[in-house]
């Protein structure tokens, strides 16, 4: 009798898949903060990340002392899901690669990313993903930490695709408020929130290209903040625009009620992961051989959406059915 061949086997053979990784990145920038979250998500379970803001959320001459308590935080035992990163200073700061240097001694092994804000071009980003695998090699951690690069400039759009392309980038998030602020004016200041953040011709174009950049690389495009913090259904709203009008799997939090709404917005509909699940587990019964379902045929091309269907819905707390959790998960 074969053995039953796993998905990630089957489908994706010398492939890199699309990281699969929360939906959600909720913004934290002081140690309270920081701390709520890590209560919120071991109230709610690992459905979002924590990035802990050590580029906005340190006081000016205290940059390294604000980097020592994240390392604390992200070391101590309510960091349970290990789903905490980081966000550190621009290229033109002086402080960055001494965060990197006390982040990574400190926590690499539990880090879960870094995110890189305000470059200007790919070479500046290039830069500093090189001085972050030499501090981890000469500090002995193995693991490659993943990457997330603000695309918040000009000159970032310009070199998106490039970018993207970088090692160790796992995400491109687009800083929609300081692209709107680069333009002078050019763009009103209603289109930092709906519906004109959707309409206005050069937010579509530089969303657009941030979501085509990311995923002709195996990267995943991650939206920007609402700004309203009361209305959560407007953060629905928004998180829904953005999954399926423009692409992006994946949008930032500022406050705790918008977590649930931008999961809830982003994550598969159970009708989705109930057909994703019964194609999956006739198509594993066939060898990944084309197969009929619903009067339809299905084959590697369909096998490979699905997959990525079932990985979503199981990060973002939807049920799956009970065989292809058994068989896949």
Known sequence: MSRAVHPRDALFPGENSIPIISSCEHYAGSEKLIAKAMELQEKLGPIFDITCDCEDGAQAGMEIEHVEMVVRALKSSANRYKQAGVRIHDYFQSHWKKEVETLICGAGEVLSYITI???????Q??????H??????????KREIPIHVLIETHGALRDAYEIAGLP??????????????GHHGAIP???????????HRLLARAKTEVVAAALANGVIPSHNVTLDLKNSYTTYQDAWRARYEFGFLRMWSIYPLQIQQIVDAMKPS????????????????????PIQYKAELHDRATFRYYWDVLQKAHI???RIPDEAKMAFF
């Open 125 to 130: 980003v290039a830069d500093m993903i090189n």
């Open 270 to 289: 159970y009708e989705d992961v109930e057909d994703g699940a019964n194609i999956l587990v006739a198509a594993q019964k066939n060898n990944w051989g």
């Open 132 to 141: 972050i695998q030499k501090v981890a090699l000469g500090k002995g951690i």
């Open 316 to 318: 973002s707390g939807v």
């Open 189 to 199: 200041a209603s289109a930092m929130r709906s519906p004109n953040q959707f309409e």
């Open 168 to 181: 160790w980038v796992k995400v491109l998030d687009f800083g929609q408020m300081d692209f709107v602020s």
């Open 117 to 123: 804000p305000k470059a200007t071009a790919t070479k």
